[in-house]
């Protein structure tokens, strides 16, 4: 069984410039989760999609934002870059359904910007 | 709100020695509990997890957590170490109602040496 697959691993931005990217979920799983890491944060939850909705959200400025689409794959955008946004960006799916949680991540996508 | 704490931001053992590594949390319900594990330029993955089913969970790789109410700790263990164990261990906590969504705690760099 494929896991969680995030594109593209690496990439480098300059301030100002947007960026997408992708995560597609383990197969049948219908949560997908988006989490920021960083060494002074640590690891902040994003956003959370359900069957193409947003289900829940955290504490991140509008410049954040995803979508999910009907085979669950997701994708998170972020517009007019700065400097803090560095970060590796983990994206998670879960198809549990006793809802405890557990969560499955891809190896995130490492993001510089300069 | 619910979070937790992880004393101790690096660990070092030996290897072949015991691994304790701690976490205590706060919740104003019975929580959700996990344990990932982080390799270097890796995702998360789940070592064990705690559903209020047995309050001693084992776990892959031959970690094992103990849920403590009366001190609020979950705190994750392995009898022996290997130098393979050496990444960043962070414990998490499910929101009620919302489990995609995890409150990590800081993380404790696990470091093995000879």
């Known amino acids: 069984k494929a896991g969680v697959t995030q594109t593209p691993r690496y990439l480098i931005k300059t301030r100002g410039q947007q960026v997408t990217l992708s995560c597609s979920p383990i197969s049948g799983h219908r949560s997908v989760s988006w989490y920021q890491q960083t060494p002074g944060q640590g690891l902040q939850f994003l956003f959370e999609y359900f069957s193409e909705t947003q289900r829940n959200k955290g504490n991140f400025p509008g410049r954040f934002s995803g979508r999910q689409f009907s085979n669950s794959r997701s994708e998170m955008n972020v517009s007019t870059l700065e400097l803090g946004d560095s970060a590796l960006y983990l994206c998670a799916s879960s198809g549990s359904r006793s809802n405890t949680g557990e969560l499955f991540f891809g190896e995130g996508s490492r993001l510089t910007v300069l | 709100a619910q979070s937790v704490t992880q004393l101790g931001s690096h660990v070092s053992v030996s290897e072949g020695a015991l691994v304790l590594l701690r976490c205590n949390y706060s919740s104003s319900v019975p929580p959700y509990l996990f344990w990932y594990v982080q390799y270097p330029n890796q995702g998360l993955q789940l070592l064990l997890k705690y559903t209020s089913a047995a309050t001693l969970v084992k776990g892959i790789n031959g970690f094992e957590a103990e849920f403590k109410k009366s001190e609020t700790s979950f705190h994750l263990t392995k009898p022996s170490a290997h130098m393979s164990d050496a990444a960043e261990y962070f414990c998490?906590?499910?929101?009620?109602?919302?489990?995609?969504?995890?409150?990590f705690g800081t993380g404790t760099r696990l470091q093995v040496t000879l």
């Open positions: 998490a906590v499910s929101h009620t109602g919302t489990a995609s969504k995890l409150t």
